[in-house]
């Protein structure tokens, strides 16, 4: 696992942690990179002081307590001079200050920097960007004791593998350096292993998978990335050196996905992703409150790993809704009065009742909103729909409801609820239209 996310990095105690958590599910490697780290990118040259370095040892000790390795990473890119002198000792002597503490495994990451070099004596010393950062890691390699190792993450770090970029790292780069690779995306929705044994004859290594799952920053972050990991070749362990998941920003709600992601690990061929899936929920969120969490999270499953929106939901609504119109109103009314039940329990149960996991339903608090507005929003077109009237009232009852998810400004239920409530309400609004403030509070 990587902590590489744009965000708030973790706090101390949470990294301690989560080193515990992965090791007890069969992963090896901690990944310390978080974006915001400013000794790590911005103000790379500052030397760290003595707490500083104090906490990093603090994770070189877990992580050998616990049977995994802590690879370090620095990512000098957004200012480095890859020609000076003085910058590359100043790199050196970082790294040596880490290597000083126990760390045996450095990361040189060149990702997310304008993709062309940028101080005039570097232009004139390389022919391009990518010559000037073979020269950059070969040295620093050069300069690591013989137990060492180093991996590098390219400026152009996704893609076919076939990249003429690639290609030229693959070939100057020294062998025993490392590719940090993400797919073919940046965050990619299958891995496979034709595409793995691309990359490798291309960049004359394997990759090492740098996973943006479950990630959720950026223009992510109305997503939350709780789904179970798949659509990753069970053999694609045959033509890569591993995979580094990139985690969430939020700790808690980051260990449902990456339980899933150690079983795959585990045994590809046997992972079963809902299974895992069913087990890393209990295992996180507590025995008492799965099931309520359960019908919660099958509404959050859409990342870019699965187009899947809300399963559960959208088949008893639509199987709900054609009774109602078509076959058994009796029993359309009785799945829609049901559903909604169970919704508004779950809901409830999660943001006002008693929970095991606090930290974790603080952390996702903004999507149980949402979930409990949906839920709401079901018990009126259930009761509108006992009532005879959901044709007739519809339009006002439920276009609330619709701008409040709106607002929430988080995805639950995919777009399907939205759809929903749009049709049901778009003869009273227009597209483009919004309702008056006073009609907006269901």
Avoid at 162 to 172: I, K, P, R, V
Avoid at 182 to 206: I, K, M, N, Q
Avoid at 344 to 369: F, K, M, S
Wanted: proline content about 6%; some cysteine; aromatic content about 8%.
């Amino acid at each position: 696992m990587i902590e590489g996310f744009h965000g708030q990095p973790w706090a101390q105690d949470q990294r301690l942690e989560m080193i515990d958590f992965l090791a007890g599910r069969g992963m090896n490697t901690f990944v310390y990179s978080p974006k915001d780290d400013p000794k790590l990118r911005d103000e790379w040259r500052a030397a760290y002081d003595q707490s500083e370095l104090e906490r990093l040892g603090e994770l070189v000790d877990r992580c050998g307590a616990a049977g995994m390795s802590l690879t370090w990473c620095i990512s000098p890119g957004l200012s480095v001079r890859y020609s000076h002198p003085d910058d590359i000792a100043t790199l050196t002597t970082k790294i040596a200050s880490v290597l000083a503490l126990g760390v045996r495994h450095i990361g040189l990451f060149f990702d997310d920097i304008p993709p062309r070099l940028q101080f005039e004596q570097d232009r004139a010393t390389y022919a391009g960007l990518e010559e000037a950062q073979i020269s950059l890691a070969n040295t620093v390699l050069a300069s690591l004791p013989a137990e060492a190792d180093l991996i590098v993450c390219p400026t152009e770090y996704w893609g076919r593998g076939d990249e003429d970029s690639l290609a030229q790292l693959g070939g100057g780069l020294d062998p025993r350096v490392d590719l940090f690779w993400t797919g073919p995306a940046v965050c990619s929705a299958a891995l496979d292993l034709a595409d793995a044994e691309v990359f490798t004859l291309t960049a004359r290594r394997p990759p090492t998978y740098w996973d943006n799952y479950p990630v959720n920053d950026l223009s992510m972050n109305y997503d939350l990335h709780i789904g179970p990991y798949g659509r990753r070749d069970p053999e694609l362990w045959r033509s890569s050196k591993g995979i580094i998941a990139n985690a969430m920003e939020l700790f808690e709600a980051s260990k449902i996905p990456l339980a899933t992601i150690a079983d795959y690990l585990r045994d590809p061929a046997g992972y079963e992703p809902e299974a895992s899936w069913q087990r890393a929920i209990r295992d996180v969120v507590g025995e008492a409150d799965t099931e309520a969490f359960m019908l919660f999270a099958d509404n959050v499953r859409i990342s870019c790993l699965s187009a899947q929106e809300a399963p559960f939901v959208e088949e008893a609504m639509s199987t709900a809704r054609f009774e109602l119109n078509h076959g058994d109103r009796a029993a359309g009314l009785e799945g829609l009065d049901s559903l909604a039940d169970r919704m508004l329990r779950a809901a409830d149960h999660l943001l006002h009742g008693p929970v095991t996991n606090r930290q974790l339903i603080d952390e996702v608090r903004p999507w149980l909103v949402g979930f409990e507005i949906g839920a709401k929003a079901v018990r009126r077109m259930a009761d509108l729909a006992a009532a005879g009237r959901l044709d007739e009232d519809g339009p006002a009852e439920l276009a609330p409801f619709l701008i409040k998810l709106r607002r929430a400004r988080v995805r639950v239920f995919g777009d399907f609820m939205e759809r929903t409530l749009s049709v049901l309400s778009g003869t009273l609004f227009p597209p483009g239209k919004v309702p008056s403030e006073e009609r907006v509070d269901p």
